[in-house]
């Protein structure tokens, strides 16, 4: 059977007394998620207790054991065609700008790709200095590989929002521990610091009075993956991913299945159109697509309520609507969800069970792999089948 699987990050999240005590789904115009919900099937999934999204789309694509912890770094690396070897550890890391060693700024277009790049490649020039080396992913996201021999004591290196660290000082992660190893990672990161301070790109930065990119705020440690044939899935070469996620494409690479790659999306939604126009052709290849999107993420981790609210209308209106048409006519399945609920207020994931709608609900229900499915249950509402979606977030 065809199959397509929709993730939609961010679309479920607590109730707000900003919007009168509903959800930001509750609130938006949804004729076609309120389709789904009443001609489709609902279940409760539960997603890895532990591991965040990345587990949970590991565990929808594959044979994923929860029990060994995903390393972001890796999985990045991976992205850029790097294999990390037994003997380093990847690190994910982002250009910060920092006063007196306090982070003052920490978004997303605090430098492009190309200025990005051109940072990472004067670290890299230092390599010899620093024993290290530096990987551009995106704008002032990269990572470091390094040479290690230790364990790096994890305090400080959760997932978390780096838009808390602003007013904190840049070594924060770091001062939680006085484990030798942080030690010695925090004397490379000032030995980093001053490479890229002196820069010409925080030279011409100084003479037009903009911020200094001058430090890097470090998160995720980890090593390679033991034995990840057992995690490959059979039907792999069946499967294509479409992402703009680096982890994400870090774990089709890792997994063996197809990645879509689209170019920079200079106009918000403008892959939409693209992947839709595209589907009759993978379909001819591949019996399975999954999409992951991330616009509603990127507004909860902003905390861009109406953002939010527009951004669910506007998916609803010219993603759901096209798919749950396309789904109709060409016998194809369509499962909709989240991977982890989330919360605008604290522009994080949260814990739970999340919900899950599949179209057409006569067809054979493919399993969620290692997702535990059942039955909605009574947190959600009684008689799921027949009641909007709204109401399930």
Known sequence: MRTITCILHGITDKPLQDLGGLTPLQKASCENLDFLAKEGSFFSATPPRCGGVEAALMSLLSKYDVSEPLALGLLQAYSCGYDVTVDQMAFVIRLISTVNDIVVDVSDDIVSDEEGRMLCKG???????????????SGPNAVVIMQSSCEYNHTGFHEYNPIKTEGKHWLYPLALSKHPSNLELASLLRKASEILGNHEINALREDLEEPQVNALLISHVGGMFHDIQKYTPEDASDT??????????GISKLLGIDLLKLPSEH??????????????????????IIMEFHYLWNSTFKGDLLGKVKGIEFLDKNLMGPLVKYCSSHDVQLTVLPLQNSDIKSGEWRSGNIPVAIFPSSMERKPLQAFQVSAFQEQYVAGAKNIPLHTLA
């Open 123 to 137: 670290l890299n020039d230092a390599a010899s200095e620093l024993g290290c080396h530096f990987l551009h992913i």
């Open 240 to 249: 294509l991913l479409y992402t703009t996620s680096p982890v994400s494409s």
């Open 267 to 288: 106009k918000k939604y403008s892959h939409l159109q693209t992947i839709l126009c595209r589907l009759d052709t993978i379909l001819e290849k591949k019996d399975r």
